[in-house]
Antibody
Framework: VQLVESGGGLVQSGGSLRLSCVGS????????MSWVRQAPGKRLEWVAN????????YSVDSVKGRFTLSRDNAQNSVYLQMNSLRVEDTAIYYC????????????????WGRGTTVIVSS | EIVLTQSPATLSLSPGERATLSCRAS???????LAWYQQRPGQPPRLLIY???TRATDIPDRFSGSGSGTDFTLTITRLEPEDFAVYYC?????????FGPGTKVDIK
């Protein structure tokens, strides 16, 4: 079971990047998928997630209107399109598999990628 | 939005000692939605506990979670060298996840 992120890099403020996350070793379409970021030396911050079929996404207020989440279950992939990037978006971006237990209703993230680094310069 | 606070910010202990980490929520959190993660330097987070008290797969039994309502605790009974890391609590509410600021457990 593995998640691998890609697409990070250095971009100027106001620019765009598209992050990708490919899953393997599990049935990708059975899971919500999340993006979590961590600015240098800071806490983890949940950014957004997407339903199993891609029909709905949820996100924190700070990225609403700028970041768009999508997925392609045939490619076992989830994407984070980041527009109008700000210096404060600089972080490692992790892709994480969510577990939403139908029996116990526990919600948590049990598989994480190694992350991809986004640096936004002014 | 539910805010999580963790204490202490740093816990300095020796291997073999017991660690008690606290996570407090600004409003009641369902036990079902409270999880704990460990993050070692340069690594992604690792799930330790979900449902407030259920150990994740392959997590040693020296890790335990407890609590309810607004107060939750992660206990490590005997610290091993690999346990020196940062620990985060996480909750889910109203379609959003939030993390606490973390507790760093370092070597005394």
């Amino acid at each position: 079971v593995q998640l691998v992120e890609s697409g990070g890099g250095l971009v100027q403020s106001g620019g765009s990047l598209r992050l990708s996350c490919v899953g393997s070793g599990f049935t990708f379409s059975n899971h919500y998928m999340s993006w979590v970021r961590q600015a240098p030396g800071k806490r983890l911050e949940w950014v957004a997630n997407i339903k199993r079929d891609g029909s709905e996404t949820y996100s924190v207020d700070s990225v609403k209107g700028r970041f768009t989440l999508s997925r392609d279950n045939a490619q076992n992939s989830v994407y984070l399109q980041m527009n109008s990037l700000r210096v404060e978006d600089t972080a490692i971006y992790y892709c994480a598999r969510e577990v939403r237990s139908a029996i116990y209703s526990n919600y948590f993230m049990d598989v994480w990628g190694r992350g991809t680094t986004v640096i936004v310069s002014s | 939005e539910i805010v999580l606070t963790q204490s202490p910010a740093t816990l300095s202990l020796s291997p073999g000692e017991r660690a008690t980490l606290s996570c407090r929520a600004s409003e009641r959190v369902s036990n079902k939605y409270l999880a704990w993660y460990q993050q070692r330097p340069g690594q992604p987070p690792r799930l330790l506990i979900y449902g407030a008290s259920t150990r994740a797969t392959d997590i040693p039994d020296r890790f335990s979670g407890s609590g309810s309502g607004t107060d939750f605790t992660l206990t490590i009974t005997r610290l091993e060298p690999e346990d020196f890391a940062v620990y985060y609590c996480q909750q889910y509410d109203n379609a959003l996840f939030t993390f606490g600021p973390g507790t760093k457990v370092d070597i005394k």
